[in-house]
């Protein structure tokens, strides 16, 4: 049975519009039910000049529904007021606040929890640091809590499908992800698109990245991936360096140290246990990683947590 999720979408002046259609389409892939308000009745002018109508005004908030802000750096006092209140009115109500985009400039302007860390983009964060206090921040695409969730516009639909994903983690009916399972799950929804990240479109090779994002954690041989696609090692090779350039090893790996920079940069596991998950010694992690990256883990989560980088 198909989970349905109550989602809000509020949409703010200067919103961007390519983030609401994302989000629209992850939720609409995944059998998912959400409502687009605004502030008034009139329809709301997007980045690119396109106004958008909605379906009327938000509608009242039950325990666990997310109202999830769209907006633009440049709103007048009484849109900024009107749309905090409507987020104060949901914490109250036991929902959940989003920010996408500039949406996290609101959501700082409330009084969060402490330990709250925004995902901003560099503009936003150029906004934010003009802010008296100043909010944690980071450059990750998102960052999902319970409560409170941000996402840089351009990864808005992998923040839905991580909370559809832990939604359905708990639900009676299934199994809850295990701990590492859930780590891979948050890792991967961060990570761009497949055809955003390579430029092949064959079949073959495209199927062969699908199975090494499936299997970050748990790190599959070549031997096997080759199997699995019906064709010898050396034919894997052959094909994948014809169409990126570089044999499926160094493919896998620099997947998954890009999934494990992820955890490194968010500085809540150790590192010893994200270099395991992912497949690495811990001498090896390092090596690679400063290889990789041209940094180590530590310096590099030390960057991130402090904003330094």
């Known amino acids: ?12 002046p200067g919103f961007d519009l390519a983030a609401l259609g ?36 938000v509608p009242p908030v039950e ?26 009115r949901t914490l109250r109500q036991q929902g959940r606040i989003w920010g996408v985009g500039a949406g996290a400039w609101l959501l700082a302007q409330l009084a969060l929890p402490p330990e709250t860390v925004l995902s901003v983009n560099p503009v936003t964060a150029a906004a934010l640091d003009e802010m008296r206090r100043k909010p944690a921040m980071t450059d990750a695409p998102f960052v999902w809590t319970p409560r409170v ?11 839905i499908r991580y909370d559809l994903a832990i ?36 079949k073959t090779v495209v199927a062969g990245l699908e199975i090494m994002r499936a299997n970050l954690f748990r790190p599959v041989s070549i031997a096997a991936l080759a199997l699995s696609l019906g064709l010898s090692q050396r034919q894997l090779e052959r094909l994948f360096e014809r169409e990126l350039g570089d044999t499926p090893g160094p493919i896998y790996r620099e997947m998954r140290l890009e999934a494990a920079r992820i955890e490194v940069r968010q500085g809540r596991r150790p590192m010893q ?3 395991h998950d992912f497949g690495f010694t811990s001498g090896s ?21 402090t904003g330094t980088d």
């Open 285 to 305: 992690f390092s090596k690679t990683y400063l290889r990789q990256f041209g940094v180590t883990p530590s310096t590099d989560r030390r960057a991130a947590v």
């Open 63 to 88: 325990p666990g529904d997310a109202t999830v802000v769209f907006s633009g750096l440049e709103l007048d006092e009484a849109t900024r007021e009107a749309a905090l209140a409507v987020l104060r």
């Open 22 to 57: 994302a989000a629209s389409t992850a939720l609409t892939e995944a059998g998912v039910d959400f409502q687009t308000t605004a502030l008034g009745a009139a329809p709301v002018p997007g980045d690119s000049g396109v106004h958008v109508a909605h379906a009327g005004p």
């Open 149 to 159: 969730a941000t996402a840089r516009a351009a990864h808005v639909a992998a923040l």
């Open 167 to 202: 939604d359905r983690a708990s639900a009676p009916d299934t199994a809850p992800l295990a701990a590492a399972d859930t780590g891979a799950e948050a890792a991967r929804s961060q990570l761009l698109p497949l055809d955003e990240r390579y430029s092949t479109r064959h």
């Open 1 to 12: 049975m198909t989970t349905r999720l109550p989602y809000r979408f509020l949409l703010l």
């Open 273 to 275: 246990e994200i270099a």
